[in-house]
């Protein structure tokens, strides 16, 4: 590529504006001279149904029918198999001595793969989530080191075992004492992604940033520099890198403005792939369906991963407390149909449920699939998993934990599989998704053991 095409950190630094973000452009390459257009970066989300599956309706038949005879709760993937793998006997965290708060932990334990601190059980005290491990290491390349999203306030009023409420409807925790709330209103997410706002729905002006300014910074640092103790240098040191963060964080923000600003007057944009897609629409909802205000969450996440605002996110789809479906033709809470004694009915309604979120999953992850980005596509360049804490809501069981994993994070994983015989636990599966997107790790996740080296066809 260009050389000309790169931009020069000096010359960009011209001011800070607030606009909709690009998609990521091959031809960011920091403005260093000689420097390399980069692959497009893998990213990693995760999307949550509480309760569990009914496990007839959810689980293939065979390896061999997978791709062609999905079951009916897999169907709306269909279109995507290819680029899905399922894996049968992921089991849970064990939750005793807490026996008695299976929804207190299911959600809780799903990304941390931990369970709480039995001595403080009232306060939150678990461990740091796995979307929050990937964050801490690819936060910092990106507007929002992660994206929270939920559908329901996270303020459920209950205490199975004496566990502090907050164990109910959150699963990032950014350490062990910290839980990370989710933004539930589009808008809000809206305007978090492209601008922060002074008043509602209005996107604030953001003051341009003197690039003159910055260079009197930086040249008044190196001129202190000289003039400190050992133990001070290396405190001004990491006051620069900071700068020096900052400075190429404007000069990707001015690319993207320069770019938009072309391809609003009918110039060509100047990326190495011509290819790739155009953002996306974002349409908020006007109604109360469910199913529509799901879809453009879903759709917030797509953006952000497209634009390239963030590389981490969750969305709750929905918690364990009084979760309701009436779109569907039935007014029970969620909850109560998994209590279902095997009877019919009850378990009819819950396969529905369940293929309703797995619906919305799965209209996220086939228009990943449809969106140009690089050599491939955006789904190829990312790791989605829904799933749940729960393998069953009636015996509250976790031997065979539901999930399903989409994308090819960037070829690390080996897609269009169903694998049976697996054996190995949550953290071991989380342990593994960090792996694909490059996080090292000193340790295993939570209680995991090791990489579940099936996965990646290793």
């Known amino acids: 590529m260009p050389s000309n095409h790169l931009l020069d950190r000096r010359t960009c630094l011209r001011g800070l504006g607030a606009s909709l973000a690009l998609p990521l452009l091959d031809c960011m390459g920091w403005a260093e001279p000689g420097a390399k257009p980069a692959r497009p970066p893998v990213r990693l ?3 949550y149904m509480p309760h569990g599956v009914i496990g007839s309706e959810f689980w293939p038949r065979s390896p061999e029918t997978f791709l062609t005879a999905p079951p009916p709760v897999l169907e709306p993937l269909k279109p995507v198999l290819d680029r899905c793998l399922v894996a049968k006997g992921i089991s849970g965290v064990p939750i005793a001595p807490f026996n008695g708060a299976p929804h207190a932990l299911e959600l ?18 678990i461990g740091i989530s796995a979307d929050q491990v990937a964050a801490n290491y690819v936060g910092h390349l990106t507007a929002l080191p992660s994206l929270e999203l939920a559908t329901m306030p996270q303020t459920h009023k209950e205490n199975q075992e004496g566990l502090n409420e907050g164990y109910y409807t959150h699963c990032s925790f950014s350490s062990a004492k910290q839980a990370l709330p989710a933004e539930i209103n589009p808008r809000a997410v809206l305007n978090r992604l492209f601008g922060k706002t002074t008043r509602a729905d209005q996107p604030a002006r953001v003051d341009p940033l003197d690039g003159k300014m910055l260079d009197l910074v930086l040249d008044g640092a190196r001129d202190l520099r000289r003039r400190l103790p050992r133990g001070d240098q290396d405190k ?12 190429r964080r404007i000069a990707a923000i001015e690319h993207r403005q320069k770019e938009a600003a072309q391809a609003k007057s009918g110039v060509p944009a100047s990326k190495n792939k011509s290819s790739d897609s155009p953002p996306i629409e974002i349409k908020i909802p006007e109604g109360d369906k469910r199913s529509e205000y799901m879809d453009v969450m879903c759709d917030l996440n797509v953006l952000a991963f497209q634009a390239d605002v963030t590389r981490v996110s969750t969305y709750i789809g929905s918690t364990p407390n009084g979760v309701s479906y009436p779109e569907l033709g039935f007014s029970g809470e969620h909850h109560s ?5 095997n009877k019919e009915e009850p378990k009819g309604r819950v396969a529905a449920i369940t293929a309703f979120n797995v619906a919305r999953f799965a209209t996220m992850v086939r228009k990943m699939a449809a969106l140009r980005e690089g050599d491939g596509t955006l789904l190829d360049n990312c790791i989605m998993m829904w799933g749940s804490g ?30 049976t015989g697996i054996r190995a636990n949550q953290g071991d599966l989380l342990t593994t998704l960090l792996g694909c997107v490059g996080v090292p790790l000193d340790r295993p996740l939570g209680i995991a053991t090791g990489q579940i080296k099936e996965l990646t066809g290793a």
């Open 390 to 419: 729960l393998e069953d809501g009636d015996r509250h069981s976790r031997d065979n934990l539901p999930f399903v994993l989409a994308g090819g994070g960037g070829g690390a994983l080996k897609t269009g599989r169903f694998l």
């Open 108 to 125: 809780s334990t799903w990304l941390t793969a931990k369970l709480p601190d039995a001595a403080t059980r009232n306060k939150i005290n």
């Open 236 to 247: 001004l040191d990491e006051y620069l890198d900071s700068v020096r963060s900052v400075e």
């Open 337 to 341: 149909y998994t209590h279902h004694g």
């Open 45 to 47: 989300g995760f999307m």
